[in-house]
């Protein structure tokens, strides 16, 4: 039996080949990989003419893709609507199983095509859509009726599937709960490779003058990051707003966020203008691996600040490397992260106070250290493959048995 597996992911096709910045053949598909023979993945897939050196290759004997029109927002989703339909439509298998990731109008549309053609499918439920449209810069009336919609739209998804796997344990299955699934697990879908999480008395051991430098302008600057594509949802030019008010207020700081996307070049124009470009850096995109690491290890503080988010890999691979972080209370993310160190979605302000409240008390930077490195042990390599295989081995057999 094959899957057919849907998401809201771009991936970026060089002569013949598909490639992404983030995830690797040989990692990625194994979940899926231990119990379906091939895996079909339908994506939005963008042209390239030069190959980034850290790029990977994610096609190869047993995945292949289905590629999508590229588009951008939801007004190129809805130009490119009639063409993704045909394309589902030319594509639809009565004999092998399906996945969809969700939230997305990719997956919402799918699940519609599916149900009218009475296609069984499984989802895995990596995020909230409600909490995205609370943040739109929208008039009221029409912010009201996009959250309603986006709402009700995404529990008929998840209500209409036969499996569900959810990236929380607790935060997504209240909203989004799965009636009629046989099976509903709970299993990040992010991973953290044992030999990434650093020793936590080493870690401990190395911080030092964190106080004196963050303030104290004659002093090594302190270095606070951000990781991940630069879209509003993500808010870096609220996190960029905080930083400049640190700065006013005489704080040593310095900010680099590591990712591209639409915002970058407005985050570099307002740096500009609130005269502050030498402390903040746009660094692009980095290579998985090695190159994420060493940029996470350079930082005295991580700062996750989105506005909706299941699980966020880059926070916690920062909390593999013992980074502390502050976060948003967006999501999953308060079900492993101290409210100590939670800030409220959206609330500038309190971000400020919690940035300065870390950096200025080397006891509650500790805790915040002790708390990364072993939290994250939760998100380990062998605790999450026993998860996912047993998942995906009960999903295999619904479609088997429903065939």
């Known amino acids: 039996m094959n899957l057919y597996f849907v998401q809201e992911a771009v991936y970026f096709e060089f002569k013949g080949n598909y490639y992404s910045p983030r995830i690797r053949y040989e990692t990625y598909w194994e979940r899926y990989l231990n119990h379906f023979n091939s895996v079909h993945v339908f994506a939005r897939v963008k042209q390239i003419d030069e190959l980034p050196n850290h790029y990977?290759?994610?096609?190869?004997?047993?995945?292949?893709?289905?590629?999508?029109?590229?588009?951008?927002?939801?007004?190129?989703?809805?130009?490119?609507?009639?063409?993704?339909?045909?394309?589902?439509?030319?594509?639809?298998?009565?004999?092998?199983?399906?996945?969809?990731?969700?939230?997305?109008?990719?997956?919402?549309?799918?699940?519609?095509?599916?149900?009218?053609?009475?296609?069984?499918?499984?989802?895995?439920?990596?995020?909230?859509?409600?909490?995205?449209?609370?943040?739109?810069?929208?008039?009221?009336?029409?912010?009201?009726?996009?959250?309603?919609?986006?709402?009700?739209?995404?529990?008929?998804?998840?209500?209409?599937?036969?499996?569900?796997?959810?990236?929380?344990?607790?935060?997504?299955?209240?909203?989004?709960?799965?009636?009629?699934?046989?099976?509903s697990s709970s299993a990040s879908n992010v991973i953290i490779d044992e030999k990434d999480i650093v020793d936590l008395n080493r870690k401990l051991k190395q911080v030092k003058q964190i106080n004196d430098r963050f303030t104290n302008v004659n002093k090594k600057p302190i270095k606070i990051g951000v990781l991940g594509m630069m879209y509003a949802i993500k808010s870096p030019i609220e996190i960029l707003e905080v930083i400049n008010n640190l700065i006013k207020n005489k704080y040593n700081i310095e900010l680099y966020f590591a990712g591209e996307g639409p915002l970058k070049s407005v985050v570099e124009k307002k740096a500009l203008e609130y005269n502050i470009s030498e402390n903040v850096k746009c660094l692009g995109n980095l290579s998985s691996g090695e190159a994420v690491y060493d940029f996470l290890d350079s930082l005295d503080l991580?700062?996750?600040?989105?506005?909706?988010?299941?699980?966020?890999?880059?926070?916690?691979?920062?909390?593999?490397?013992?980074?502390?972080?502050?976060?948003s209370d967006a999501g999953g993310i308060p079900e492993f992260v101290s409210s100590k160190f939670l800030v409220k979605t959206g609330d500038i302000e309190d971000l400020f106070i919690k940035i300065e409240a870390i950096l200025t008390n080397e006891?509650?930077?500790?805790?915040?250290?002790?708390?990364?490195?072993?939290?994250?042990?939760?998100?380990?390599?062998?605790?999450?493959?026993?998860?996912?295989?047993?998942?995906?081995?009960?999903?295999y057999n619904i479609f088997k048995n429903n065939i």
């Open 56 to 183: 990977h290759q994610v096609n190869g004997d047993k995945v292949s893709f289905i590629t999508l029109p590229y588009y951008n927002g939801i007004i190129g989703f809805y130009k490119s609507k009639k063409q993704i339909t045909k394309i589902y439509k030319n594509n639809i298998s009565y004999n092998d199983a399906y996945v969809l990731r969700i939230p997305g109008p990719l997956g919402n549309l799918i699940a519609q095509i599916l149900n009218n053609n009475k296609v069984k499918y499984a989802v895995e439920v990596v995020g909230d859509p409600y909490e995205v449209a609370k943040f739109l810069n929208l008039p009221r009336l029409l912010k009201l009726l996009l959250k309603n919609y986006s709402l009700l739209k995404m529990r008929k998804v998840v209500a209409n599937s036969v499996a569900a796997l959810y990236v929380t344990n607790e935060t997504l299955q209240r909203r989004y709960p799965a009636k009629k699934a046989s099976i």
């Open 302 to 327: 991580y700062v996750q600040f989105s506005k909706t988010e299941g699980i966020p890999r880059a926070m916690l691979e920062a909390m593999a490397r013992g980074c502390p972080v502050v976060s």
């Open 363 to 395: 006891n509650l930077y500790r805790q915040n250290i002790e708390q990364s490195i072993k939290t994250v042990n939760n998100f380990s390599l062998t605790v999450l493959k026993k998860k996912r295989y047993k998942h995906y081995s009960e999903v």
